[in-house]
């Protein structure tokens, strides 16, 4: 590959995305201690935005199961298990966030 070529987010194959994909889910499936709300404080999107997603990108599926597919499990136990109440500082900070995505 020539390392000086320019490369676009649509010349990546799709079977390399896919992996990678792949590997940022379980990834997140193994890291319980990332919470969505600061997920959603640093970057802007969490694992139910990725549920979505793949919902809006053609998965046959409703968001509760795209969500039980993302979290390794219903959200609602995962949600019992590893979720945290939100301090006023983490919802503060996802607000702010989450309006930098509104273009």
């Not at 409703?62 to 590893?82: F, S």
């Not at 945290?84 to 900070?93: D, F, I, R, S, W």
């Amino acid at each position: 590959m020539d390392t000086n070529a320019t490369l676009t987010l649509d010349d990546l194959p799709d079977a390399v995305a896919a992996a990678a994909f792949r590997r940022l889910v379980r990834h997140l499936q193994h890291r319980h201690d990332a919470q969505n709300i600061d997920l959603m404080g640093l970057s802007g999107f969490c694992r139910n935005c990725l549920a979505d997603w793949i919902v809006d990108a053609g998965l046959d599926a409703d968001k509760a199961t795209a969500r039980t597919l993302i979290h390794g499990m219903p959200m609602d136990e995962w949600k019992v298990r590893y979720q945290h109440e939100a301090t006023p500082e983490q919802l503060a900070l996802m607000q702010e966030s989450v309006a930098r995505n509104a273009k």
